[in-house]
């Protein structure tokens, strides 16, 4: 299993400003994804963070908006560029590794933020 | 592309009833279905997964690919199964991308 911790759990930033997401799990990991999740709304994969190299974006999504870094096998961030009032959201990083192969995810708890 | 639809965003059920979360998913290959819960103020994870055919906190679901449905079933609700719960399918074979339903919030009343 793995324990992921993420911060900021919350955070209310100005439009037009840029957040950085942190994400930490407690042990090496294969993939790393980072999902969205707007009010209302289901889980909505942005990306998966690749280790030493470019991540793979959805639909959608790009990273020019949304750059993301994984340095290692442990650690990831989520940057959120030049927000806007719809990037109001809960950002979620999820990990799953390929000790059992069962295709579980495990999840942080969240970053939920607000943009005025 | 692959899909999950959960047609319900809110069921409520009394305690001691059953109850039922459907899921009904697209895609063209052997998917993998999961169902994650998430408790009041606590991170998602999982609950179930079809390959493993197990029973978890009293709920199971089985695949059904001629419906493509992945129900999820449990005979008597209790209190404490009050949560969010979602519906994922994963394309077969090693790590990849886990498509979400909507969620289902179950409300089970006393």
């Known amino acids: 299993s793995a324990v992921i911790s993420q911060k900021p759990s919350r955070d209310i930033c100005q439009r037009g400003t840029s957040l950085t997401i942190q994400c930490q799990v407690d042990?090496?990991?294969?993939?790393m994804f980072w999902y969205r999740q707007q009010p209302g709304q289901s889980l909505t994969l942005i990306a998966t963070?690749?280790?030493?190299?470019?991540?793979?974006?959805e639909s959608g999504f790009v990273i020019d908006k949304f750059p993301i870094s994984r340095p290692n096998l442990t650690f990831s961030t989520l940057t959120v560029s030049n927000m806007s009032p719809e990037d109001s959201s809960i950002y979620l990083c999820?990990?799953?590794?390929?000790?059992?192969?069962?295709?579980?995810?495990?999840f942080g708890e969240g970053s939920r933020l607000t943009v005025l | 592309a692959q899909r999950v639809t959960q047609p319900e965003k809110l069921l409520s059920v009394f305690k001691g009833a059953p109850v039922e979360l459907k899921c009904n998913y697209s895609?063209?290959?052997?998917?993998?279905l999961f169902w994650y819960v998430q408790y009041s103020r606590q991170r998602l994870q999982l609950l179930l997964r079809?390959?493993s055919r197990e029973s978890i906190k009293g709920f199971t679901a089985d695949l059904n690919k001629g419906e493509t449905s992945f129900h999820l079933k449990k005979p008597f609700a209790q209190e404490e199964d009050s949560a969010m719960y979602y519906c994922?399918?994963?394309?077969?074979?090693?790590?990849?991308?886990?498509?979400f339903g909507i969620g289902t919030k179950l409300q089970v009343i006393p």
């Open positions: 999820s990990a799953g590794g390929s000790w059992t192969n069962t295709g579980e995810l495990f």
């Open positions: 042990s090496q990991v294969t993939m």
């Open positions: 963070a690749n280790q030493g190299s470019e991540a793979t974006y």
């Open positions: 895609y063209s290959g052997s998917p993998e």
């Open positions: 079809h390959i």
């Open positions: 994922a399918l994963k394309k077969g074979g090693g790590y990849q991308k886990v498509t």
